[in-house]
């Protein structure tokens, strides 16, 4: 009998050990305090009590629950602010998720729906700042900015009817628009009706004849099309007014590279290189024309070859 006892003292005892270490908290990076186990300080090897309870000692080692974070609360006012400060920053992800809470006093704005589209779509967010867009055309349909905008979105979709619906709804508000002459441009370009996207994209650079991306899109329609000698003078005007735009040097340096200027093209693929690439392809088109650098510099007579070939004959 007195056995039986022994051994049930025993496995009390190992089954508070075991409840002691599993109530312990982790630790780590927390703004929680610790819960408190005990106030007893522990050892190596901890007294047991001679007669304990299951129930006594889980209460024992239990302690208080912890404190819940409240959630972060910001009337639609103050989010309204900061969600357009946090746009003209370029601070895009932020101002989309302010702007989303100001939008609950905002449900019959136009403008607070078109900026929290832009915000979307600036943070890659595209598929729910189409409906952000499209909710802000049916409160306000004379907004040509929102239909130029709304175009660009279903572009980068590869909605292409639908982006040229939206274009043309902007054309219709404004015909003189460069900016929605040049996204009907563009959805006519996915469209395949190249003849009618060249001639809109015409129409947009004679409207906007310092708008470098007008100038790059239809300089690269050109040279698509096999047009190269015309889409270099577009292409150097786009370069010279976003030198800092990657793909516009990379167009341009594919253009050099066609005409067969080697020299020129690598130094606009080494330009776009430095602005950030363009998706990988300013990197392609150097390591692709870098051999024939090569070739034309080892067929080059140095110099002092040059100079004496050049001496007049006796």
């Known amino acids: 009998m007195m056995k039986r006892t022994h051994h049930a003292t025993s496995g009390a005892a190992a089954l508070v050990?075991?409840?002691?270490?599993?109530?312990?908290?982790?630790?780590?990076?927390?703004?929680?305090?610790?819960v408190e186990t005990s106030s007893r300080t522990e050892t190596t090897q901890p007294s047991v009590p001679t007669t304990p309870s299951t129930e006594s000692q889980v209460a024992e080692v239990?302690?208080?629950?912890?404190?819940?974070?409240?959630?972060?609360?910001?009337?639609?006012?103050t989010a309204w602010k900061e969600g357009v400060q946090s746009y003209q920053s370029g601070d895009f992800a932020t101002a989309s998720s302010r702007l989303r809470v100001a939008l609950d006093g905002r449900q019959?704005?136009?403008?607070?729906?078109?900026?929290?589209?832009?915000?979307?779509w600036k943070s890659g967010q595209v598929d729910e700042a189409e409906g952000e867009l499209v909710r802000s055309t049916t409160l306000n349909e004379q907004s040509i900015k929102t239909w130029v905008n709304l175009a660009r979105v279903?572009?980068?979709?590869?909605?292409?009817?639908?982006?040229?619906?939206?274009?043309?709804?902007?054309?219709?508000i404004d015909s003189q628009s460069s900016d929605a002459?040049?996204?009907?441009?563009?959805?006519?370009?996915?469209?395949?009706r190249g003849d009618e996207a060249v001639a809109t994209l015409q129409q947009a650079c004679s409207l906007s004849p310092d708008n470098g991306y007008i100038a790059n899109t239809l300089g690269?329609?050109?040279?698509?099309?096999?047009?190269?000698?015309?889409?270099?003078?577009?292409?150097?005007?786009?370069?010279d007014r976003l030198p800092q735009v990657a793909y516009v040097r990379n167009n341009l340096g594919v253009a050099y590279e066609r005409t067969g200027d080697v020299h020129r093209a690598a130094e606009e693929f080494r330009a776009a290189l430095q602005a950030g690439d363009s998706e990988?392809?300013?990197?392609?088109?150097?390591?692709?024309?870098?051999?024939?650098?090569?070739?034309?510099?080892?067929?080059?007579?140095?110099?002092?070859?040059?100079?004496?070939?050049?001496?007049?004959?006796?």
């Open 220 to 239: 690269y329609l050109l040279l698509r099309r096999g047009k190269t000698e015309e889409a270099v003078p577009l292409l150097e005007a786009a370069r």
């Open 17 to 34: 050990f075991g409840l002691s270490l599993a109530a312990a908290p982790l630790t780590g990076c927390t703004d929680k305090k610790p």
């Open 280 to 314: 990988g392809k300013a990197s392609a088109s150097l390591a692709r024309i870098e051999p024939l650098l090569r070739d034309r510099i080892a067929s080059q007579p140095l110099p002092e070859e040059q100079a004496t070939t050049d001496q007049p004959q006796n």
């Open 154 to 172: 279903r572009l980068d979709r590869k909605e292409f009817d639908s982006a040229l619906e939206a274009a043309d709804k902007a054309v219709t």
């Open 62 to 77: 239990q302690g208080p629950p912890a404190p819940s974070t409240p959630a972060e609360t910001i009337d639609p006012k």
């Open 108 to 120: 019959d704005d136009p403008y607070a729906h078109y900026l929290f589209g832009l915000a979307l």
């Open 181 to 192: 002459l040049h996204q009907r441009g563009r959805a006519l370009d996915g469209l395949n």
